[in-house]
């Protein structure tokens, strides 16, 4: 691994740069209008009693360049936790400089310390260079599998059928 990449755990002094980071991210997924997200907010789901949630802050030359953020999730077949990363983002200028797959190698070694049965992530079909990125390394895509999302409206409608 390149000497001037540093990839360490974040900590709760982190989380103004974490947001930036997550802004930058939805910038880049033309998803901008989606982020509600506050440091308030993401200070108590990353670092309060509760969290599950983890973020790895990569520096090139001592500047934070990136971020991963992941969290366990399980496998019924596999009988194992697993690790799901939700998000991973590398400034554009310092993309090509192996930060990306520093970040991801840290998360392999991560996976292998805790006995995980996977490493997994989902990434948007029209992400060419991202899909590239991860299958260089490996990862094959599921194709035969979907992902549904309930959030907002729908995901209130369904909790308030319980109601009657």
Same mark, same amino acid.
């Given at each position: 691994?390149?000497?001037?990449?540093?990839?360490?755990?974040?900590?709760?002094?982190?989380?103004?740069?974490?947001?930036?980071?997550?802004?930058?991210?939805?910038?880049?997924?033309?998803?901008?209008?989606?982020?509600?997200?506050?440091?308030?907010?993401?200070?108590?789901?990353?670092?309060?009693?509760?969290?599950?949630?983890?973020?790895?802050?990569?520096?090139?030359?001592? /500047?934070?360049? &990136?971020? =991963? $953020?992941?969290?366990?999730?399980?496998?019924?077949?596999?009988? %194992?936790?697993?690790?799901? +990363? *939700?998000?991973?983002?590398?400034?554009?200028?310092?993309?090509? /400089?192996?930060? &990306?797959? =520093? $970040?991801?190698?840290?998360?392999?070694?991560?996976?292998?310390? %805790?006995?995980?049965?996977? +490493? *997994?992530?989902?990434?948007?079909?029209?992400?060419?260079?991202?899909?590239?990125?991860?299958?260089? $390394?490996?990862?094959?895509?599921?194709?035969?599998?979907?992902?549904?999302?309930?959030?907002?409206?729908?995901?209130?409608?369904?909790?308030?059928?319980?109601?009657?």
């Amino acid at each position: 691994m390149d000497n001037s990449i540093e990839i360490r755990t974040a900590k709760k002094e982190d989380v103004h740069l974490i947001l930036s980071f997550i802004k930058e991210l939805a910038e880049y997924e033309h998803l901008a209008q989606e982020v509600v997200a506050t440091e308030e907010m993401l200070t108590e789901s990353l670092f309060g009693k509760d969290s599950i949630t983890e973020v790895l802050l990569a520096y090139y030359n001592n /500047k934070p360049v &990136g971020f =991963a $953020l992941f969290f366990h999730n399980f496998s019924t077949f596999l009988g %194992r936790k697993g690790i799901y +990363l *939700e998000d991973i983002y590398v400034k554009p200028q310092y993309r090509g /400089k192996g930060i &990306g797959k =520093a $970040l991801l190698v840290k998360l392999a070694k991560i996976a292998k310390e %805790r006995n995980c049965g996977r +490493l *997994e992530s989902a990434v948007l079909n029209w992400n060419k260079a991202a899909i590239e990125f991860f299958e260089s $390394l490996g990862a094959i895509p599921m194709d035969e599998w979907r992902t549904y999302r309930m959030a907002g409206k729908s995901l209130t409608k369904l909790a308030d059928k319980s109601k009657s």
